[in-house]
């Protein structure tokens, strides 16, 4: 997993170099698991509170300190998944996966300072945080979730998965397996880049407009809108289906908040949209486009899973 360090050698101290050296990956790796970047940082918090908790001598006899902390993030991730089950229950409405900015965009703290953010704590964006496969895990079961992006994503080997799900390497695979035939099953061929980004302009630009034909036109018929307000803030509680209904939706939208501004933006590596009400960032929505209509879209409204866009560029 990561090159070990030898105890007294002099050339790594495994209190800090190697320490943090593993801060990137393992925000990276609690991420696609959780979908939560707040709670990925919860566990990079407890990860190494749990390194520090030992004693030096301790720490010393580990033999790769890289390979420890994934073991130790993967277990907390696993118990999070298990428990967050029961907690979404209790949530207000849909639960869609924190929205990510790119990373050039990605300017603020948790903590709403206004201070720049680590870049060692920034998710790289790939196609294993496109919105519509982190959806996709959520219907996983938590060790079919983390033997999926343990061993697809990151390269770990069956052998270091079972570790940390408790499984064997066996089961692992057939885990894997099995999540990889769910993904194949709910996501089609992917559409080129330009395209996708082409046809969510035209949907920006229709819905400035206030066109409804035209919004239709870009709606698959069977289309799908899920907003996720957490009973924070207002957003349709149930699914919006039917690209009509949506279209007429989102006008009535734009009725009720005349000076929204809506921005192109990337959103979880994939072209998205941003509004924004008077400068502060209201509402972030990913969209799924398989091939040249809109199949789904995932609009973020609650504010606590908009922090990193809080302010970002005005135009």
Known sequence: MTTPSKPGDGRLDPSLSAIMSERRQLINLAYRLLGSLADA?????????RWYAMSRQQQEAVESPGAWLTKVAGRICLDLLGSARARRECYVGAWIPEPLPDRTEWIHGRSGDGTTADPADRVTLDESINMAFLVVLESMTPAERVALILHDVFRYSFAEVAEIVGRTPAACRQL????????RDSQPPATPAAQRAGIVREFKQAWEAKDIDALVGLLDPDATMIADGGGLVSAALRPIEGGEQIARYIIAIAGMAPNLTI???????????VAQH?????????????????????????????????VGPQH
């Open 41 to 49: 940082e919860d566990v990079l918090q407890e990860t190494y509170a």
């Open 176 to 183: 894997a397996s099995s999540a990889r035939r769910r993904i």
């Open 263 to 273: 921005l192109e933006r990337t959103v979880n590596g994939q072209p998205g949209l």
């Open 278 to 310: 008077n400068g502060v960032t209201v509402a972030v929505a990913a969209f799924d486009v398989p091939g040249d209509r809109i199949k789904c879209i995932w609009a973020v409204r609650n504010p606590e899973k908009l922090w990193p866009w809080a």
